[in-house]
């Protein structure tokens, strides 16, 4: 391939008040002799782009280095056919003259540092080759609730066929077995309760030709990628026969909906006493065998002990929820269920006392409307305050309960009838776990180290009780990876739809704790990004975080050691092995991280504009002085592109000084920086490096979900190899950091700088 490189550079944006452009040019075409070299004012507007179009055609220029403003700005302009045109940007605004004194030498030296990295990548690099198939494009819906029905039907009114697979003889779900619900249209201010209105949605599941529907059916395994998924399903006929069907898919729809935590652990609440001890799930259950089909609208609830009505109930809220011990979330339906079972119970038992027990009553938007409704009637009794205990008194055949920290004041005795605890609600996709010993084990990712290390990393918060929902041929896992609270895990700041495998996601309940209006709204998403998985995968771009991207890693496996790094690492399971370990990579699963390529000691793994030698070439390219003055230190930082790389830019736009000694190098992930990078810099006598990344633990918002942390995994053995070479640890530092910190940067490089300069100078320096 022809490297015929143009460098322009801009002067546009005080660039060319703060620098020597001439200087710049001069030292570009000295050092690393591109066909073309030179200066634009205004490199942005049209004359400056028709400027580079007339090199492209009369000079066949097709590495084009663009020396202006940040690679985060301005992409639209410069936006030349990524197939036959490489663009390299150099930050000299946001990240040299912003951030530096205008015509100092450092600021130059900066600058220069910068255009030569830029023009050193630009050489390495090479033109992607999108893997561009005929994939299938039909949406496979797991689950036949409400939000599997609304996955379905919106994905087939936008064109797309659809395998609908329920578990059940009927659609519908949960919803489909209540009684009634509470009304679903603004302002939610009625006391009418509308019957669950499903029947015209499985109508139009049912009919639509775009849909094919298995139910007693469930999924036997799932194999392939986006857009070549091959889903065996197990489906059983009226004669009760089973039979296996496949299925070809494109992209997946996990809507297996929530169950209710186990009552059998709520027997602090007194669960199991009586059978007047009820959840509110089984009151439901109550109400629609009371109900018969519509032909009892008034009927008298009585008690399950004895028969006689109830003249006084009591719903426990949050029972098992927002609890460290058992679930430590909101499940968000709970007060709700209880104010509209509540509504129910006093108009059909209009005497009867109600009591609604509540640490905060929690309802959502515009069901506050319902709420205040509810506090009119004369007959509920709302009390907010504490179970201190629940006890039986079988000769009476009542219930007591005490309430503490009320705010009365004082604590209340009641006497009751009937006893409604309102569980939670656990997804359907993992088990939740209790057992505190598991937790601790999930949670302590300091169990091993090396390779072994990175991978508890990877897997920690996998349940190890999984629900057989997917059943995927995948190395890592059958199911979708999930917190420790059962919910598939995703970036749920950035990526609220996406688990951990590309092309499947969770919708509704099973993704986080909803009702069935918000399943709804949450089904249109969970449909589009199926839609988007599928229609970016048959073009050969990558959905997200790196959208559009065309790259993917290729494996040189001749030179393959089988170290299982690489398949152990990767935070999507993209990379399945053979029998001997070998990597089998899945391209339309992979993310674009590098995390594979930063793993593998070998380096065998590259893309074509980011690999271990296009790094390490823009690394080699840094002069680094070798008298030791202060000026003279040279700091390498990788910056996370993601979150670091934006906080670096916020800062330069509202300049605020850095020291000019650090040389800054976007990464995709801080999981993609390979320890041979390391070695390439302080053998060219960088004296510390510093890496900035995402944030990571429980509520991580690192984009590539474990990337960062497994950087600061494979940083504690780096530092031991320092430790051997008579090197010191502390000129190797990694920082989390998040994109709103930007103002914690300067003190941040400071520091580190400082530190360095109280280190001494690299004595590799010079070598």
Same mark, same amino acid.
């Given at each position: 391939?022809?490297?015929?490189?143009?460098?322009?550079?801009?002067?546009?944006?005080?660039?060319?008040?703060?620098?020597?452009?001439?200087?710049?040019?001069?030292?570009?075409?000295?050092?690393?002799?591109?066909?073309?070299?030179?200066?634009?004012?205004?490199?942005?507007?049209?004359?400056?782009?028709?400027?580079?179009?007339?090199?492209?055609?009369?000079?066949?220029?097709?590495?084009?280095?663009?020396?202006?403003?940040?690679?985060?700005?301005?992409?639209?302009?410069?936006?030349?056919?990524?197939?036959?045109?490489?663009?390299?940007?150099?930050?000299?605004?946001?990240?040299?003259?912003?951030?530096?004194?205008?015509?100092?030498?450092?600021?130059?030296?900066?600058?220069?540092?910068?255009?030569?990295?830029?023009?050193?990548?630009?050489?390495?690099?090479?033109?992607?080759?999108?893997?561009?198939?005929?994939?299938?494009?039909?949406?496979?819906?797991?689950?036949?609730?409400?939000?599997?029905?609304?996955?379905?039907?919106?994905?087939?009114?936008?064109?797309?066929?659809?395998?609908?697979?329920?578990?059940?003889?009927?659609?519908?779900?949960?919803?489909?077995?209540?009684?009634?619900?509470?009304?679903?249209?603004?302002?939610?201010?009625?006391?009418?309760?509308?019957?669950?209105?499903?029947?015209?949605?499985?109508?139009?599941?049912?009919?639509?030709?775009?849909?094919?529907?298995?139910?007693?059916?469930?999924?036997?395994?799932?194999?392939?990628?986006?857009?070549?998924?091959?889903?065996?399903?197990?489906?059983?006929?009226?004669?009760?026969?089973?039979?296996?069907?496949?299925?070809?898919?494109?992209?997946?729809?996990?809507?297996?909906?929530?169950?209710?935590?186990?009552?059998? !652990? =709520?027997?602090?609440?007194?669960?199991?006493?009586?059978? $007047? %001890?009820?959840?509110? #799930?089984?009151?439901?259950? &109550?109400? /629609?065998?009371?109900?018969?089909?519509?032909?009892?609208?008034?009927?008298?609830?009585?008690?399950?002990?004895?028969?006689?009505?109830?003249?006084?109930?009591?719903?426990?809220?949050?029972?098992?929820?927002?609890?460290?011990?058992?679930?430590?979330?909101?499940?968000?339906?709970?007060?709700?269920?209880?104010?509209?079972?509540?509504?129910?119970?006093?108009?059909?038992?209009?005497?009867?006392?109600?009591?609604?027990?509540?640490?905060?009553?929690?309802?959502?938007?515009?069901?506050?409307?319902?709420?205040?409704?509810?506090?009119?009637?004369?007959?509920?009794?709302?009390?907010?305050?504490?179970?201190?205990?629940?006890?039986?008194?079988?000769?009476?055949?009542?219930? !007591? =309960?005490?309430?503490?920290?009320?705010?009365?004041?004082? $604590? %209340?005795?009641?006497? #009751?009838?009937?006893?409604? &605890?309102? /569980?939670?609600?656990?997804?359907?996709?993992?088990?939740?776990?209790?057992?505190?010993?598991?937790?601790?084990?999930?949670?302590?990712?300091?169990?091993?180290?090396?390779?072994?290390?990175?991978?508890?990393?990877?897997?920690?918060?996998?349940?190890?009780?999984?629900?057989?929902?997917?059943?995927?041929?995948?190395?890592?896992?059958?199911?979708?990876?999930?917190?420790?609270?059962?919910?598939?895990?995703?970036?749920?700041?950035?990526?609220?739809?996406?688990?951990?495998?590309?092309?499947?996601?969770?919708?509704?309940?099973?993704?986080?704790?909803?009702?069935?209006?918000?399943?709804?709204?949450?089904?249109?998403?969970?449909?589009?990004?199926?839609?988007?998985?599928?229609?970016?995968?048959?073009?050969?771009?990558?959905?997200?975080?790196?959208?559009?991207?065309?790259?993917?890693?290729?494996?040189?496996?001749?030179?393959?050691?089988?170290?299982?790094?690489?398949?152990?690492?990767?935070?999507?399971?993209?990379?399945?092995?053979?029998?001997?370990?070998?990597?089998?990579?899945?391209?339309?699963?992979?993310?674009?991280?590098?995390?594979?390529?930063?793993?593998?000691?070998?380096?065998?793994?590259?893309?074509?504009?980011?690999?271990?030698?296009?790094?390490?070439?823009?690394?080699?390219?840094?002069?680094?002085?070798?008298?030791?003055?202060?000026?003279?230190?040279?700091?390498?930082?990788?910056?996370?592109?993601?979150?670091?790389?934006?906080?670096?830019?916020?800062?330069?736009?509202?300049?605020?000084?850095?020291?000019?000694?650090?040389?800054?190098?976007?990464?995709?992930?801080?999981?993609?920086?390979?320890?041979?990078?390391?070695?390439?810099?302080?053998?060219?006598?960088?004296?510390?490096?510093?890496?900035?990344?995402?944030?990571?633990?429980?509520?991580?918002?690192?984009?590539?979900?474990?990337?960062?942390?497994?950087?600061?995994?494979?940083?504690?053995?780096?530092?031991?190899?320092?430790?051997?070479?008579?090197?010191?640890?502390?000129?190797?530092?990694?920082?989390?950091?998040?994109?709103?910190?930007?103002?914690?940067?300067?003190?941040?490089?400071?520091?580190?700088?400082?530190?360095?300069?109280?280190?001494?100078?690299?004595?590799?320096?010079?070598?």
């Amino acid at each position: 391939m022809d490297n015929n490189v143009g460098v322009y550079i801009c002067s546009g944006c005080d660039i060319g008040k703060s620098l020597n452009i001439e200087r710049l040019i001069n030292t570009a075409k000295d050092s690393y002799k591109p066909q073309v070299c030179m200066g634009s004012e205004f490199l942005c507007g049209e004359e400056g782009i028709n400027l580079i179009k007339k090199d492209i055609n009369e000079k066949s220029i097709n590495k084009i280095v663009i020396a202006a403003c940040s690679m985060r700005a301005k992409q639209d302009v410069f936006n030349f056919d990524p197939l036959t045109i490489h663009t390299e940007r150099v930050n000299l605004r946001e990240h040299v003259i912003w951030v530096s004194p205008p015509n100092d030498n450092n600021t130059q030296l900066l600058a220069e540092d910068y255009i030569g990295m830029g023009i050193a990548r630009a050489k390495k690099a090479s033109f992607p080759e999108p893997l561009i198939q005929n994939l299938n494009k039909t949406v496979l819906v797991v689950g036949g609730g409400v939000t599997g029905l609304n996955s379905a039907i919106n994905s087939a009114k936008a064109g797309y066929n659809v395998v609908l697979v329920e578990k059940k003889s009927n659609l519908g779900g949960f919803p489909y077995s209540k009684y009634k619900k509470w009304e679903t249209n603004p302002p939610f201010d009625k006391n009418i309760y509308i019957k669950n209105g499903l029947d015209e949605l499985i109508d139009g599941v049912e009919n639509s030709k775009n849909i094919k529907i298995y139910k007693n059916s469930k999924i036997r395994s799932i194999s392939g990628a986006p857009g070549r998924f091959n889903a065996e399903i197990e489906s059983a006929d009226e004669s009760n026969k089973i039979g296996i069907i496949n299925e070809n898919i494109g992209a997946i729809i996990v809507a297996t909906g929530w169950k209710p935590y186990d009552a059998k !652990n =709520l027997d602090y609440l007194g669960y199991g006493l009586t059978p $007047d %001890i009820l959840t509110n #799930v089984e009151l439901e259950e &109550l109400y /629609s065998d009371l109900y018969q089909d519509g032909k009892n609208e008034n009927f008298i609830i009585k008690r399950k002990s004895n028969g006689e009505s109830v003249k006084s109930i009591a719903f426990i809220q949050c029972a098992g929820s927002r609890d460290e011990n058992h679930l430590p979330y909101c499940s968000t339906v709970c007060c709700m269920s209880s104010l509209k079972e509540a509504a129910l119970f006093r108009k059909n038992n209009p005497d009867a006392n109600v009591y609604i027990i509540y640490k905060d009553i929690r309802t959502p938007g515009e069901y506050e409307n319902f709420y205040r409704k509810m506090q009119n009637d004369e007959g509920l009794f709302m009390i907010k305050g504490v179970i201190s205990d629940v006890s039986f008194d079988k000769g009476n055949n009542i219930i !007591n =309960l005490k309430v503490k920290d009320t705010l009365f004041g004082g $604590d %209340i005795d009641l006497d #009751v009838d009937m006893l409604v &605890l309102a /569980s939670g609600m656990v997804p359907n996709s993992g088990d939740f776990i209790t057992d505190p010993e598991i937790k601790l084990e999930l949670n302590n990712d300091s169990t091993a180290n090396g390779a072994s290390c990175a991978a508890t990393a990877t897997s920690a918060s996998i349940s190890p009780n999984k629900s057989g929902i997917l059943n995927l041929t995948y190395r890592q896992g059958k199911e979708m990876p999930d917190l420790i609270y059962g919910f598939p895990d995703s970036n749920f700041i950035c990526f609220p739809y996406e688990s951990r495998r590309t092309g499947i996601y969770p919708a509704g309940s099973v993704r986080a704790p909803m009702d069935a209006v918000f399943s709804v709204d949450d089904a249109k998403g969970a449909t589009l990004k199926a839609i988007q998985c599928i229609e970016q995968t048959s073009r050969g771009r990558a959905v997200h975080p790196r959208s559009n991207d065309m790259t993917y890693p290729f494996f040189d496996l001749p030179r393959c050691t089988q170290c299982k790094r690489c398949t152990e690492e990767c935070p999507f399971g993209a990379i399945d092995e053979d029998e001997k370990g070998t990597p089998k990579p899945n391209p339309e699963r992979c993310r674009r991280c590098g995390v594979c390529m930063g793993a593998c000691p070998v380096r065998i793994i590259s893309f074509k504009n980011y690999s271990p030698d296009i790094i390490g070439s823009m690394i080699k390219s840094i002069y680094v002085p070798e008298d030791p003055t202060d000026e003279n230190y040279r700091i390498l930082v990788f910056a996370c592109e993601n979150d670091a790389y934006p906080a670096l830019d916020i800062l330069g736009i509202n300049k605020i000084n850095l020291s000019s000694n650090i040389r800054v190098i976007p990464v995709r992930c801080l999981g993609s920086i390979n320890n041979v990078w390391y070695a390439d810099a302080l053998s060219k006598g960088i004296d510390g490096i510093l890496l900035l990344g995402c944030k990571y633990g429980d509520d991580y918002q690192c984009h590539f979900v474990k990337g960062s942390e497994l950087a600061s995994y494979r940083l504690v053995n780096l530092q031991e190899t320092l430790t051997r070479l008579v090197l010191e640890a502390e000129r190797v530092r990694q920082i989390q950091l998040e994109f709103s910190d930007y103002m914690k940067l300067p003190e941040i490089v400071s520091d580190f700088v400082d530190k360095i300069k109280s280190l001494g100078p690299n004595p590799y320096k010079g070598f």
